[in-house]
């Protein structure tokens, strides 16, 4: 799962690093009154972290106000795979399944939606069966029914139209691409994926040609949103969804704003998991976010839709005078550097290990913002929310332990093996409008410097991530032996996770993400076999063995387990975390206390 935020510049970054620093020591440790210099009736530092925050207080009515520096990618719920585009897209529209309205790790768990309960699954693991819940209906009146879903489904097919979303439905139901998608489908009702069967309007059944123990978390995603065929506008559909939920759009203007209103046709007594607290919601999208912040502190919006913290300025004004509008949660994403094997000298694994060792890994946690903002030294490549995750138990290079601040005579060691005991020169490919990876390049930069690496910093543009680093032959042609990233779970498994950077069926010629090329048939043995383990306790001894395949062949050097300071009004209730979305806070159920 992608995040999107356009942060402040980088020197503004830099001027406001050491106050910050000091800022954050006191947060951590709890220092002075949580509320103490809050705007007005705020929960406190931390309230809704990983638990409710007035939960009694929010009231029916008023207009929640969401700022963003960035639109989504689209709101097409086939198309979007922003984070926050998953959650706010809760609002508009339902799934068969969904994620628990709860805080933290319970907010991961799957609840029935549309359906009744969760699947009916028979014939060893490849047969899913859900029946409707009664008085669901479109905006217009109309009732939802299982043709509306599988035709939903059926648009991931159409890649050609409606790119950019997840693809893991038509590789599970379609693992031979053989259906082309509704818009070349030749039978009558353009129903024709042979995979999903409708035998009447209340029912659906999914034939997977194989198990896939997590089949159902797939059909949780935002993909998996029904889609009435006689409203499908095809690439314009992220315009003006027609929606299943709530609410519905009124207006939007691409990069500008956004206006849901209450869809009146939506019945309470058939959706378990919505409130509908507001009466509207709004989005005001900012070019700025330092400008942004600003307005957030001053209290003219409710909250930041990307999730993905305060920027450094807005960081040290909210810290100083309303640390009680904050919270500072795990995110669930990985930020970290991948070398890729086709640029040599990252063929040998000892170049790669030579690079972890020698890291400067606090230097690296403090470029990201330190141990509040940036997040705990990382050291593996499973993100806290996974089940098989270990955390730092799990250290293989005593990157947070005995090498924390480098080890330049292992790195040497490593040098020598991978026949350049002189050391190499290389070069680091990072996001120019990242301000916390171009600072995260800098100095690793200068701790490799240190064992004789020299690397150069090549920014590029970060909007046209996939066809520059998502490209191998661009990355050869560019000389990147380095690329600074992160990624977040898509659902809370190794496959929903690790899939896309470790299997080598990933590997893509545009918009890959296995940037390391790894070709291990160990590692995509165990996907393999993963794919196929129904209990829990099998998935995840498999999820850690894969974790340590990885980084036993040194193809990343993880900076932080991510953590965020984000705002949230002191008008905001029933406000929690949750992992669903990567420690967001859960947009469906927030509430206003005061709603005039």
Not at 221 to 250: I, M, N, W
Request: neutral net charge; contains cysteine.
């Amino acid at each position: 799962m992608t995040t999107q935020r356009t942060s402040g510049r980088r020197k503004q970054a830099m001027a406001a690093a050491a106050v910050v620093a000091a800022l954050l020591s006191t947060a951590a440790c709890g220092g002075g009154n949580d509320n103490e210099g809050s705007k007005g009736g705020a929960a406190g530092f931390d309230a809704a972290n990983n638990k409710v925050a007035q939960a009694s207080l929010a009231k029916k009515g008023g207009t929640l106000k969401f700022a963003g520096a960035q639109d989504a990618d689209s709101w097409d719920t086939t198309r979007g795979y922003y984070g926050f585009m998953w959650n706010f897209s809760r609002y508009y529209s339902r799934q068969l399944v969904t994620g628990k309205t709860e805080p933290g790790a319970a907010g991961a768990e799957l609840t029935p939606d549309l359906a009744t309960g969760l699947a009916k699954v028979s014939d060893d693991g490849k047969t899913y069966t859900y029946t409707l819940r009664d008085g669901a209906t479109w905006e217009d009146g109309k009732p939802i029914t299982s043709k509306d879903i599988k035709y939903g489904i059926e648009r991931v097919w159409a890649q050609d139209v409606l790119s950019g979303g997840p693809v893991y439905l038509k590789d599970v139901l379609d693992p031979k691409g053989e259906y082309k998608g509704p818009y070349k489908d030749k039978s009558a009702d353009k129903l024709g994926l042979k995979a999903i069967e409708t035998p009447d309007d209340k029912t659906i059944v999914f034939k997977l040609p194989q198990a896939n123990s997590d089949f159902e978390e797939m059909l949780a995603l935002t993909s998996a949103s029904p889609v009435r065929q006689d409203k499908d506008t095809k690439s314009k559909y992220g315009l003006h969804p027609f929606s299943s939920g709530p609410y519905k759009f009124e207006s939007y203007n691409p990069g500008k704003d956004l206006k849901l209103v209450r869809n009146t046709e939506w019945k309470q007594a058939s959706d378990p998991i919505r409130k509908a607290y507001p009466d509207q919601i709004t989005i005001k999208f900012f070019s700025n976010a330092n400008d942004m912040d600003a307005r957030l502190i001053a209290g003219d919006y409710d909250l930041d839709i990307g999730q993905t913290g305060l920027s450094p300025q807005g960081r040290t004004t909210a810290l100083k005078e309303h640390k009680g509008n904050l919270d500072n949660p795990v995110s669930g994403y990985i930020r970290y550097a991948v070398f890729p094997q086709s640029v040599k000298p990252f063929d040998n694994e000892h170049c790669r290990k030579a690079v972890i060792y020698g890291a400067d890994h606090v230097s690296l946690q403090n470029a990201r913002g330190g141990p509040v903002a940036g997040g705990d030294i990382g050291t593996n490549m499973l993100p806290p929310s996974v089940p098989g995750a270990e955390g730092q138990k799990y250290d293989p290079y005593e990157i947070s332990g005995a090498n924390k601040s480098g080890n330049a005579a292992k790195a040497k060691e490593e040098l020598k093996a991978c026949g350049k005991p002189d050391g190499f020169k290389t070069t680091i490919a990072v996001r120019n409008n990242k301000p916390s990876e171009v600072a995260t390049a800098e100095s690793l930069q200068a701790s490799l410097k240190k064992v004789g690496i020299t690397a150069d910093i090549d920014q590029y543009d970060g909007s046209q991530s996939s066809g520059i680093i998502g490209s191998p032959s661009n990355v050869v042609k560019k000389g990147y032996g380095i690329i600074i990233m992160g990624w977040g779970p898509d659902f809370p498994s190794v496959q929903g996770y690790g899939l896309p950077l470790w299997d080598s069926k990933y590997i893509l010629e545009s918009g890959n993400n296995n940037f390391a090329l790894i070709k291990d048939k160990a590692i995509d043995g165990l996907f393999d076999q993963y794919t196929t383990t129904l209990d829990d306790a099998g998935k995840t001894k498999i999820a850690s063995e894969i974790n340590h395949k990885v980084m036993e062949g040194g193809y990343y050097l993880p900076f932080v387990f991510e953590k965020f300071i984000n705002w949230r009004s002191s008008n905001l209730a029933n406000v929690y975390t949750t992992d669903a979305y990567s420690g967001m806070y859960d947009f469906v159920n927030l509430g206003l206390k005061n709603s005039k």
